[in-house]
């Protein structure tokens, strides 16, 4: 269990930790080894040049803390339920930058870690620095956040050629204030499959004074929780923190042993549904999870799936996938609604109102889109035009309508494309006082009679509506890829309500 010293400031003795893993440390992954019994958890490296640039955003629909980039990703994502137990591991390079990133999460976080782990090209190219002179950088950002932000700082280092060096490398830190150091078994040069030097670790932890977390344990030492306890003992540490044995299976963390990976799956990705991790890295994660097993027929139906509804499929729990879709639009559609005025408000040249289309507030067949097209052609006038917008970060749509020169919006944004127009066009009819179709609403005369006409001629309305919405959509731009914005302009000419809605 986590302790708090007397100062209030987190402990780092006697803990068991997920350690910084990239694609893998994220949100989901998190909370699901707090829930199996991790004393803290570190997020992936995030490097400053990235971090610097986000914008910290209250997410109310996810009840999370978002930060997020220039071009609407979101870099790090965390919430209540880790505030007091997750570390924020930044990759940097420059002093000034690391401080206002720290200072920028540090209210959201337990702690600040700088990654010293061997020089990569992003670190040493930014400040024009070789290795001799690494360590020099790295003391002044370490000294500068531990002067700089309330949170405990700590940093993560591999071992040097020489034990000698090693300890000289982390007695020398430690001088910097930090609160503890995590050391990686291995040399820069080596990778997983070569053993762990748990003597280095024991050198180093009976050299200083703050904690040591022995990282690198895994496979070779680590693969139960009974297993935790012999490594930090064969390493004199005060602490341990796991990277493979916990993206294996998290449940490593549990005391009561091990739980079926398939369970730990299915935890990870109601986890991954709620917080609406990106599907990439979802998918990511599970593979890592699936190990020899991804060639399965399961694995294979992962690697094929290109959203987290596609992933739920394949894991049997597409209603959870939905009624969380479900739950979190409500929400989302609740929170707009009391965020936005009722009244129509200018927005530059836009006359805006917060308004949601209701498809069942509306008979069959009718929309407000043809209220607005009929009601233009009885006035002579050109038909409406609607420009559509889709937002990257959540995939939702906007639509600008423009009759008779003026423009017309909902504030609100929809989850269609054509939900969006239907909005745009409601905005439009009531600020001009024009009936759009409600159910219980007078006969306006409007739409109807050209219903009447299209019944008494067979079905000739009706194909000649079907046959405009296809050269229509015929017309219509391609998809737009990833992250980019998509912006459709069109000119409203069907009248078979049923398809257009």
């Not at 040049?49 to 609407?72: G, H, S, W």
């Not at 040097?160 to 040399?187: C, D, M, N, W």
């Not at 044995?245 to 299915?266: D, H, I, K, Y």
């Not at 494309?417 to 009936?435: H, M, T």
Request: contains cysteine; proline residues 4%.
């Amino acid at each position: 269990m986590v302790r708090i010293m007397g100062t209030g400031r987190l402990s780092f003795r006697n803990i068991t930790a997920l350690a910084p893993m990239v694609r893998v440390g994220t949100l989901p992954m998190r909370l699901l080894a707090l829930d199996y019994g991790a004393d803290l958890v570190y997020c992936e490296e995030l490097i400053d040049l990235k971090m610097v640039q986000c914008q910290r955003v209250v997410n109310e629909v996810l009840e999370t803390v978002d930060f997020i980039a220039p071009d609407d990703r979101v870099m790090f994502r965390t919430c209540m339920r880790e505030k007091d137990r997750v570390v924020f591991q930044m990759g940097t390079a420059d002093p000034d930058r690391a401080l206002a990133v720290a200072r920028l999460v540090e209210k959201d976080v337990a702690a600040i870690d700088v990654n010293m782990g061997c020089p990569k090209e992003y670190s040493t190219k930014d400040s024009n620095v070789k290795n001799s002179v690494f360590l020099s950088d790295r003391k002044s950002i370490l000294k500068k956040l531990v002067t700089g932000v309330s949170i405990p700082v700590t940093c993560k280092i591999r071992i040097l050629p020489s034990v000698e060096e090693t300890v000289s490398l982390v007695q020398r830190i430690e001088k910097t204030g930090i609160a503890a150091i995590a050391v990686h078994g291995r040399f820069k040069e080596e990778r997983p499959r070569h053993p762990v030097h748990c003597d280095y670790i024991q050198a180093v932890a009976g050299a200083v004074s703050i904690p040591v977390i022995a990282n690198g344990g895994s496979l070779d030492l680590v693969r139960t929780h009974a297993d935790v306890e012999e490594f930090r003992k064969a390493t004199s540490a005060s602490s341990v923190m796991l990277a493979r044995a916990a993206m294996w299976n998290a449940s490593v963390f549990r005391s009561q042993g091990l739980l079926p990976v398939e369970t730990v799956m299915e935890e990870y990705l109601r986890y991954a549904v709620q917080y609406d991790n990106h599907a990439f890295n979802t998918k990511y994660c599970l593979c890592q999870m699936l190990r020899d097993k991804v060639e399965s027929p399961l694995g294979k139906q992962v690697q094929a799936a290109q959203t987290n509804a596609e992933i739920s499929e394949a894991y049997g729990l597409q209603e959870f996938y939905q009624q969380t879709q479900d739950r979190l639009q409500t929400k989302r559609d609740t929170l707009q609604r009391s965020s936005q005025p009722s009244c129509p408000v200018m927005d530059g040249d836009i006359i805006t109102m917060a308004i949601k289309f209701e498809r069942r507030e509306y008979p069959p067949q009718i929309t407000p889109k043809m209220f607005l097209l009929e009601w233009s052609r009885r006035e002579k006038l050109e038909q409406p035009r609607y420009k559509t917008v889709q937002r990257s970060q959540d995939r939702a749509f906007q639509s600008t309508v423009t009759v008779a020169k003026k423009k017309y919006r909902s504030s609100l944004w929809e989850k269609s494309k054509k939900f969006a127009e239907q909005a745009s066009a409601i905005v439009c009819l009531r600020v001009l006082g024009i009936p759009e179709g409600r159910l219980g609403e007078d006969d306006s005369g409007l739409v109807c009679k050209r219903k009447r006409e299209g019944r008494s001629n067979g079905n000739s309305e009706e194909e000649r509506g079907k046959k405009l919405h296809v050269e229509a959509e015929a017309s219509e731009p391609a998809a737009p890829a990833e992250g980019e914005v998509c912006v459709c302009v069109c000119v409203c000419v069907c009248v078979c309500a049923c398809k257009h809605v």
